[in-house]
């Protein structure tokens, strides 16, 4: 289950910049509601929320989850500052969305993924430690989406991947995401 702006097709899914109806909690559960409730009425056995930007986005998804009570993991697109805070690619607390899924029943991990590998490890810790829940890992190759090019840029940076450390911070799923 991918976030908002995959829909669109513009690079906002690593924003969490969305026009309306993406710019409320309102507006993103009337999105997420009937894919959500699509799968959940098929029997996955769990769902995969991942890509998720922003705070007010995990928010939308714990709701629908709670309500339809189907097992999920909750997965975010993070960026670590040089300082080692970990926000959402919104820029906020990212520890704040965590925190929010402790207390979601639905909720079985949380994690990161779309993440450049240098900034896993960090991600991990407060993920483990803010949720109470196993951690999913599952990064990108470090490079960055031009939305408007439609194209990768930059350089791979798999030379940061570490899944041991990972592991040992807390992970119990570990894959790859875009260009692993």
Not at 28 to 44: C, K, N, V, W, Y
Request: proline share 7%; charged share 20%.
């Amino acid at each position: 289950v991918g976030p908002y702006g995959a829909v669109l097709a513009d690079g906002s899914e690593y924003t969490g910049d969305y026009p309306a109806p993406g710019d409320s909690v309102a507006g993103l559960r009337a999105f997420h509601r009937p894919r959500l409730e699509l799968l959940a009425d098929a029997g996955a056995d769990v769902l995969a929320c991942e890509t998720i930007p922003s705070l007010a986005e995990v928010e939308a998804l714990l709701a629908e989850l709670e309500s339809l009570a189907v097992p999920a993991w909750l997965s975010l697109t993070t960026v670590t500052t040089p300082d080692g805070r970990v926000l959402t690619r919104r820029g906020e607390d990212a520890g704040e969305a965590f925190a929010m899924a402790a207390g979601a029943s639905s909720v079985i991990a949380v994690g990161v993924n779309c993440t450049a590998p240098e900034g896993v490890s960090a991600a991990v810790r407060v993920a483990a430690r803010r949720s109470g829940k196993p951690v999913v890992v599952y990064p990108n190759s470090g490079e960055t989406w031009d939305g408007p090019k439609r194209t990768w840029i930059g350089r791979p940076g798999l030379d940061a991947v570490d899944a041991d450390t990972w592991v040992g911070d807390g992970t119990r799923l570990v894959g790859g995401c875009c260009r692993i």
